[in-house]
C-alpha cells in the first residue's frame, strides 16, 4: 500500500468533520459518528477494556462491545463521538433500545419515552479530565431537545467510578440487572429529563 492509498489518516482525523452539535471550550465537540470512526472507537474500546482488566473490572471482554454493534450504532447514527486535535477520544450510544433485561424494573418514568445511554467510553489517557461528563452533559442536553421523558443506563457494580460518576450527576439507582458472561450485576440508574 502507497501513501497515497492509506486511509488511516482519514480515519483517524477526517478532512472535513461534520458540524459540531454540541461543544465547551475546554473540551472537542461532540458530532454523530460515521462509518470513518469506527476504527477509532474499536481502538478505544478496547484500551477501555483492557484499563478495566487491569483493575479488575471485567465488565466488558472480546465478545462485547464488538465491531458489528459499533457500525449499527453509526448506521442507525446513534454513536457520538468527542474529537479533541481532530483524534477521536470518547465515544457513547443513544437510543431508545432498552435490553430486555430492563423489563422488570421499577422504572420511576412510566409515560414518555426513554433515552438509553450505551458504551459510554473515555480513552484511557483522557480518563478524569472531563470527556465523561461531557458527554452525559451531551446526552441530557439531547435528551431534552428530542423530547424524552427520562435517561436510563446502566453500570457495572465492579466500576466504582462510573456508579459514582451516575449518581453525581443525580441519577437513581432503580434495581439491578444481570448481562450475560458478567459475575457482578449492573446497577440500572433513571433520571427524570426536566
Same mark, same amino acid.
Request: charge should be negative.
Given at each position: 500500500m502507497t501513501g497515497t492509498?492509506?486511509?488511516?489518516a482519514d480515519v483517524l482525523?477526517?478532512?472535513?468533520?461534520?458540524?459540531?452539535?454540541?461543544s465547551i471550550d475546554v473540551m472537542g465537540h461532540v458530532e454523530r459518528?460515521?462509518?470513518?470512526?469506527?476504527?477509532?472507537?474499536?481502538?478505544?474500546i478496547t484500551l477501555c477494556s483492557e484499563h478495566m482488566r487491569a483493575q479488575c473490572i471485567n465488565q466488558w471482554d472480546e465478545i462485547y462491545p464488538n465491531?458489528?454493534?459499533?457500525?449499527?450504532?453509526?448506521?442507525?447514527?446513534?454513536? +457520538?463521538?468527542?474529537?479533541?486535535?481532530?483524534? #477521536? %477520544?470518547?465515544?457513547v450510544g443513544l437510543n431508545d433500545v432498552q435490553p430486555d433485561e430492563y423489563r422488570p424494573l421499577p422504572w420511576q418514568c412510566e409515560t414518555g419515552r426513554a433515552l438509553v445511554i450505551h458504551r459510554l467510553c473515555v480513552h484511557p489517557d483522557w480518563q478524569q479530565r472531563g470527556a465523561g461528563r461531557h458527554l452525559m452533559d451531551f446526552a441530557e442536553? +439531547?435528551?431534552?431537545?428530542?423530547?424524552?421523558? #427520562? %435517561?436510563?443506563?446502566?453500570?457495572y457494580t465492579g466500576n466504582p467510578r462510573a456508579l459514582a460518576l451516575y449518581e453525581k450527576r443525580g441519577y437513581h439507582r432503580i434495581g439491578q440487572a444481570h448481562f450475560p458472561?458478567?459475575?457482578?450485576?449492573f446497577v440500572c440508574f433513571e433520571k427524570i429529563v426536566e
Open positions: 492509498d492509506d486511509v488511516s482525523s477526517p478532512p472535513h468533520p461534520p458540524a459540531a452539535l454540541y459518528a460515521d462509518l470513518r470512526d469506527v476504527p477509532s472507537v474499536m481502538r478505544i465491531l458489528r454493534i459499533v457500525e449499527e450504532d453509526v448506521r442507525s447514527g446513534s454513536l +457520538f463521538v468527542v474529537r479533541q486535535d481532530g483524534q #477521536c %477520544i470518547a465515544a442536553a +439531547f435528551a431534552k431537545e428530542h423530547g424524552f421523558s #427520562c %435517561i436510563r443506563l446502566d453500570a458472561r458478567r459475575e457482578l450485576p
